[in-house]
């Protein structure tokens, strides 16, 4: 098997479990909110409803379409709308910010995460690689204790392009020290992770916990094209076999 000398992480829905701690956020917002602006929906229509406008913010996002600033803001008015929501602009500035606040310092990471960190950490260099804003990743890997398995963190922000793009992944490459042939990928986002790491020449692992539920909010599509992987798992657990 290729000899590796650097890991490429994405950090949300590959290590640090975006979608359970989405969910507990929402949950928690709903309930402290529900009596005065959410009267005429359920929890469960709630934070069924909020992954596709959320998806659908992002990828304007990634495409440079609309800034962070109104990605922060969209996402809830959207979801709001469908919901039938009682708002006001204030209020939505007032759940964006509290989201923020509760979010990312919560821990739990995806099965398996730390367990592969841990039996990997002293044979390769491991570099986070992420298309998530500065002021909130840093938060995630704290309160999931993993900061210290990392070498360096890659923003899209400090790079000044988002994955898929070959500037950061070049950038993450400068940092670790190592080749394109050297490092191998690891993320859960095709476009933004298996696609833009095979441009630039880096071997992808994608993994694929979040393809079911990102095919039902595109209408059963699946998320990929006509490329085959270098690798693909189904759990972390998997990756003891490739790393």
């Known amino acids: 098997m290729k000899k590796y000398k650097a890991i490429l992480w994405d950090l949300d829905g590959t290590l640090w479990d975006l979608n359970?701690?989405?969910?507990?956020?929402?949950?928690?917002?709903?309930?402290?909110?529900?009596?005065?602006?959410?009267?005429?929906?359920?929890?469960?229509?709630?934070?069924?409803?909020?992954?596709?406008?959320?998806?659908?913010?992002?990828?304007?996002?990634?495409?440079?379409?609309?800034?962070?600033?109104?990605?922060?803001?969209?996402?809830?008015?959207?979801?709001f709308d469908e919901v039938n929501a009682t708002y006001d602009l204030d209020f939505v500035e007032l759940f964006a910010t509290e989201f923020l606040a509760i979010c990312?310092?919560?821990?739990?990471?995806?099965?398996?995460?730390?367990?592969?960190?841990?039996?990997?950490?002293?044979?390769?260099?491991?570099?986070?690689?992420?298309?998530?804003?500065?002021?909130?990743?840093?938060?995630?890997?704290?309160?999931?204790?993993?900061e210290h398995y990392f070498s360096t963190v890659v923003y899209s922000e400090e790079a000044g392009v988002r994955k898929p793009h070959q500037a950061i992944?070049?950038?993450?490459?400068?940092?670790?020290?190592?080749?394109?042939?050297?490092?191998?990928?690891i993320g859960d986002d095709w476009d933004a992770d298996i696609l833009g790491a095979r441009n630039a020449g880096i071997d992808q692992v994608f993994f694929t916990a979040t393809e079911k539920r990102l095919a039902e909010l595109h209408d059963g599509k699946s998320v990929r094209h006509n490329y085959v992987p270098t690798f693909t798992i189904d759990t972390l657990d998997e990756l003891k076999n490739i790393i």
């Open 169 to 185: 992944f070049d950038l993450a490459l400068q940092r670790a020290n190592c080749t394109a042939e050297e490092a191998l990928m």
């Open 20 to 79: 359970g701690n989405t969910t507990i956020a929402l949950t928690q917002l709903f309930e402290r909110f529900q009596s005065s602006h959410f009267q005429n929906t359920s929890l469960e229509n709630f934070l069924n409803c909020y992954p596709k406008h959320n998806e659908r913010v992002w990828a304007l996002y990634r495409e440079g379409k609309i800034a962070k600033e109104e990605l922060r803001n969209k996402r809830f008015i959207d979801l």
């Open 104 to 146: 990312p310092r919560l821990p739990h990471l995806i099965e398996g995460a730390r367990e592969i960190l841990e039996l990997s950490k002293d044979k390769y260099t491991h570099v986070i690689l992420t298309n998530g804003f500065i002021e909130v990743q840093g938060f995630k890997m704290a309160a999931a204790g993993i």
